[in-house]
């Protein structure tokens, strides 16, 4: 069985967008380089460095997390989602263990 090539693979690196949660929220980053390409791409002189989602408790964050996703990207990017297809795909990334989230 064939696997499909990934993003990677056919020339298009990831957006990566850190996210971190605790007791109280989630926090969303860009990586470095994402951020370096975004400005590099849009001319973009500011990005906010994260954005911040409360939550009331753990069983909020997954519901909460998949509704907000995409407003999160379009927050700290200042980007529509049709433009940021077009430059790569989104990919959430846990900042400590570098692993792909959901």
């Known amino acids: 069985m064939t696997q499909a090539p990934t ?16 007791g109280t929220g989630a926090t969303y980053a860009l990586e470095r380089r994402t951020r370096e390409r975004l400005r590099a791409y849009a001319q973009a002189a500011t990005l906010p460095p994260r954005v911040f989602i409360a939550q009331e408790s753990g069983t909020d964050y997954e519901r909460v997390h998949g509704s907000v996703r995409n407003l999160v ?29 959901d």
């Open 7 to 22: 993003e990677a693979a056919k020339g298009r690196e990831p957006l990566v967008v850190y996210r971190s949660v605790d």
């Open 73 to 101: 990207v379009q927050m700290l990017t200042g980007l529509s989602k049709e433009r940021l297809e077009s430059i790569g795909p989104i990919e959430f990334v846990d900042p400590v263990t570098e692993r792909t989230l």
